[in-house]
């Protein structure tokens, strides 16, 4: 299996589990992305509140980077657990597969 395989996502319960805990990890971290814009947003419009305002701007930035680093650690997780047999392609065991994905 490759690196953003969408049949991972439901080859075996513990992979749709591995999803479901990733995907509520980037969508809290979306939406503190988006408090962080709005209300640094709104300190804009109080110039005594500019400097909290900047600071909001970077923390929201900073969360919308690591949004896809969520994404690719959940396929770094996918990849790591074992696959069932009709997932993989033919001729491949669960073996085959580890040793194929530690060659490359």
Same mark, same amino acid.
């Given at each position: 299996m490759k690196l953003f395989d969408h049949r991972l996502r439901t080859a075996s319960a513990q992979h749709a *589990? *591995?999803?479901?805990?990733y995907e509520l990890a980037r969508t809290l971290v979306e939406f503190l992305a988006a408090i962080a814009f709005i209300v640094g947003s709104v300190l804009f419009f109080y110039s005594s509140l500019l400097f909290a305002g900047t600071w909001l701007f970077l923390i929201g930035s900073i969360l919308f980077a690591v949004r896809p680093s969520i994404r690719l650690m959940l396929e770094l997780h996918l990849m790591r657990l074992p696959v069932p047999a009709e997932f993989q392609p033919l001729g491949m065991t669960q073996q085959s597969a580890s040793d194929s994905a530690s060659a490359r």
């Open positions: *589990a *591995a999803v479901r805990h």
